[in-house]
């Protein structure tokens, strides 16, 4: 990952130093953002980042996002020459929405660096690598909604999800290999997201936290409902719950497939975990992977972002039986 940041820091900034004055107000293939957007973005993302490299604490006031290109250029490459640090990807940082894996960290900066350049690169009319716009190798993103008003409540639809499993009604491909404790995006026709998480408890206790009522509102959100094999999760400020079927629930496997028109990226994607008993450390690694998605999906990266932070509340509900989920209607 450290040679993979160098890289694209480097590329980011010839690109970013190239650019004048009258590019600035471009359209960027990101929807939200014209050039000068891109870098006022990477102009507070990259600073932190650094930050976040050497562990070192945050500023008690906020800090202006650095905007000149040839400033967010030279940012770029201080934060990858940060993550180069011997130390700099072990333990835990403060980054984004707050305290993660400092692995993760790492990881959020080569992706911000790689889509943005790439994006950078192709507003301003510069050469880039591929006219596909790229997914790194190995990321993750984390994210912290901030909490906005619940939507109505629904009535006589749902009703609670029981707590016992269902027995297993489906075969679901095996699964390749994946790098243990990160995200992996792969970019194919259809791409996915993937974490693979080693859990000190047993398979029932996992299977409890991924398939009850009170195991998904203890680490996902506390609107969850059921009717029939329909499951249904309320988040604040959305204007419907997502939709997802459940297809199979059982030790070794829990899956399910979005069925709802809300969100329309879900739409027809898949979701599973995989649940594999670890005989000799004792415990549970569980394979999660979230796949269906089209192609470079502008909704992909902030869903790898949620899932990031989710598996971790899941992790230390099903270890310790602490309650907090990420999201509350």
Not at 74 to 102: I, K, N, S, V, Y
Not at 154 to 164: C, D, E, K
Not at 295 to 309: E, F, I, R, S, V
Request: aromatic share 8%.
């Amino acid at each position: 990952m450290q040679t993979a940041l160098t890289e694209f820091a480097a590329l980011f900034a010839r690109t970013a130093t190239a650019v004048p004055a009258e590019q600035l107000t471009a359209a960027t293939p990101c929807a939200d953002f014209t050039v000068a957007d891109l870098f006022s973005h990477l102009g507070g993302v990259l600073p932190d980042s650094e930050r976040a490299a050497r562990k070192l604490p945050r500023a008690a006031e906020p800090v202006a996002a650095l905007t000149e290109p040839a400033a967010v250029a030279a940012c770029a490459e201080r934060a990858a020459a940060a993550w180069r640090e011997p130390d700099a990807l072990a333990d835990t940082t403060e980054f984004g929405p707050g305290a993660m894996p400092a692995a993760f960290a790492a990881a959020i900066t080569l992706q911000e660096l790689a889509l943005h350049g790439w994006d950078l690169a192709r507003a301003t009319g510069r050469r880039t690598r591929s006219a596909r716009r790229p997914v790194p190798p190995c990321w993750a993103r984390w994210s912290s909604w901030p909490s906005r008003p619940a939507p109505p409540a629904a009535t006589g639809r749902r009703s609670p999800l029981p707590p016992t499993p269902q027995p297993l009604s489906a075969r679901w491909p095996p699964v390749g290999a994946i790098l243990a404790g990160t995200a992996e995006v792969r970019s194919t026709p259809m791409s996915e997201i993937a974490f693979e998480v080693d859990i000190d408890a047993d398979r029932a206790a996992v299977l409890q936290a991924l398939n009850s009522h009170d195991g998904l509102t203890a680490w996902w959100t506390t609107g969850v409902d059921r009717k029939e094999e329909i499951l249904f999760f309320d988040f604040p400020g959305v204007p419907q719950p997502f939709e997802l079927r459940r297809d199979s629930a059982s030790e070794d496997l829990v899956a399910w497939t979005s069925v709802g028109v809300f969100p329309p990226h879900w739409a027809g994607t898949t979701l599973t975990w995989q649940l594999t008993e670890l005989a000799e450390a004792g415990g549970t690694r569980l394979l999660f992977r979230h796949a269906g998605w089209q192609d470079g999906d502008p909704g992909l990266p902030p869903a790898a972002y949620t899932w990031g932070q989710l598996l971790t509340r899941l992790k230390e509900y099903a270890e310790t039986g602490t309650r907090a989920p990420l999201f509350t209607v």
